[in-house]
């Protein structure tokens, strides 16, 4: 690590979270410098020498980095605490190691892959949406699936932030009282798969995240995790670096 480094890329290497959230433990007034409460974002700090604080307890750069496939249960947030007294992943997922973070979030009633680092810039750039990672969900619908549905989640469907499409929707079966479809999106938007369903006068019965990127579930049953291999983490920076390059282009 170089003799100085601003503020916030020291707290995301100190496995912090990730950049937005270690500038808001900053402007919080959460951080401390040798004693002094810093709450500018510019701020530089030389962590050979300096003693750095958050919430009064030391924080130091995480020399291993870690990448974890994690199964989600229903009925646990993927939060690292929760107010209402919710079970949190951290709970609800057995030894996961201390310091790692969720990339993006996948809501309670749903289940299924959560991508979980202490890469912080690996993580930023898989949940921004400029980037375009794909997420598929596989998604049990209340009822007969029509082309009504499955045209509307591709063509799009009006939400409060603007128009939502779906890049790829399949339909995987048809059988009594439900259907099930695989939906792919290119990001992570709260409830975005149930608001487009529901928009489109559907009822969601249950919903898994099967995969994220170039990772997928494999060896993962509920309630469990497992280490990425090489070739997934490698997968998965050189996602980021082709839709980097693709959004230079386009420029």
Known sequence: MPAKVRLN????????????????LIRGGLVTIDGV???????????????????????????????????KPRGVVVTAS??????TIYRGIER????????????????GLVILTNDGKLAFRLAHPR????????????????????????????LEEGVVRAKR????R??????????????GKKHEVRRMIAGCGYEVLRLKRIR???????????????????????GLRRLVQEAYERSRSDH
Request: proline content about 4%.
């Open 96 to 111: 996961l190691p201390e310091g790692v973070f969720s990339v993006g979030r996948l809501d309670m009633d749903s289940e």
């Open 37 to 71: 409460q810093v709450t500018e974002l510019a701020t530089l700090v030389d962590p050979e020498h300096q003693r750095v604080e958050v919430g009064g307890k030391p924080v130091r750069p995480f020399a291993e980095l870690i990448y974890i496939a994690a199964n």
């Open 131 to 158: 980037y375009g990672i794909e997420r598929v969900y596989e998604v049990a619908v209340k009822g007969q699936i029509g082309q009504d549905l499955l045209d509307g989640l591709a063509k799009g469907v009006l």
């Open 174 to 187: 048809q059988g009594g009282e439900r259907g099930v479809l695989r939906v792919t999106l290119t990001e």
């Open 212 to 234: 994220f990127g170039n990772v997928n579930l494999r060896r993962v049953p509920g309630g469990s995790w497992r280490n990425l291999d090489r070739d997934e983490i490698r």
């Open 9 to 24: 890329k020291f707290l995301r290497d100190c496995h912090q979270g990730s950049r937005r959230k270690c500038e808001d």
């Open 169 to 172: 929707v399949q339909l995987v």
């Open 82 to 87: 929760d107010p209402r007294g919710r079970k």
